[in-house]
C-alpha cells in the first residue's frame, strides 16, 4: 500500500442536477476500500497522472466519442450506453456471445463472476 493519506478518487459530477442514474446513484464505499487497500502509488497533485486518474466522462467530446478493442469494429457512445461496456468491448471472443446478452445480462453476469472486483494479487 503507498504511504499517504487516505484519499479516494475525485468524482466530480455526481450530484449534478439531471442526472438520471440506470439502477440509482452508485455507492463507492467498498471500491474505496479495495482503492485505498491496493493501491501502490499516491500521484502529486497537479500531475499527468494525477489528471488521468481523476477523468471523468465530463472530460468526453460525447459527439466524437468512439470506442474499440481487439481490431473489431467501433462503437459511438449512444451504442455503449445502450449496449454496455461488456458487450461492445468483447466482440466475437470464443467464450462470450454477445448476441445472448442485453446491458443488464451482461452486468449481471460480470457482477456476479467478479463480485470483489478484478484483483491482481
Known sequence: MADSPS????????????????????DFTEVDKAYLEGRTQTHKEGSLEKVVEDLDWQTVDKEAFTIRANNQRSFCLKELIEEGNYTTLMQNQ???NTEAHTFESSHNLFRSAFKEGFHGN
Open 7 to 26: 484519499v479516494c478518487p475525485h468524482r466530480q459530477y455526481m450530484d449534478e442536477p439531471g442526472i438520471e442514474w440506470r439502477e440509482g446513484k452508485p
Open 94 to 96: 470464443p467464450l462470450y
